[in-house]
């Protein structure tokens, strides 16, 4: 399953993204599906997870109320709806999968075994 992350941009602070990741290949089928984020010269960073089946949102504390996780399960996408967005929020995002996490590992980066190509978000000052 190959995923392909699309929707970065540059962005005046206080503006808005919508970062969408779509899975293609086989049947797509994971448990939970998220994104990171990783800013020049830092490691990658959780920023948001969603079960892909059932309910469950999962957010880093500095991103909740701003960002919006949700997944639209007949188009195998899921989507990052980003508002509020501050400079501090540039960096390559990248969204993954994981058909095997659990829950208390939801926000480890080393749970993921699928990846897409990152997209840069740039929040201008």
């Known amino acids: 399953v190959q995923l392909q992350a699309s929707g970065g941009g540059l962005v005046q602070t206080g503006g808005s993204l919508r970062l969408s990741c779509a899975a293609s290949g086989r049947a797509f089928s994971t448990r939970v599906v998220a994104w990171f984020r990783q800013a020049p010269g830092k490691e990658r960073d959780f920023v948001a997870a969603?079960?892909?089946?059932?309910?469950?949102?999962y957010y880093e504390d500095s991103v909740k109320g701003r960002f919006a996780i949700s997944r639209d399960r007949g188009a195998n996408t899921w989507y990052l709806q980003m508002g509020s967005l501050r400079p501090e929020d540039t960096a390559v995002y990248y969204c993954?999968?994981?058909?095997?996490?659990?829950?208390?590992?939801?926000?480890?980066?080393?749970?993921?075994?699928?990846w897409g190509q990152g997209t840069l978000v740039t929040v201008s000052s």
């Open positions: 993954a999968e994981s058909p095997s996490v659990i829950q208390s590992n939801i926000r480890n980066r080393i749970a993921y075994n699928n």
């Open positions: 969603i079960k892909w089946s059932g309910s469950g949102t």
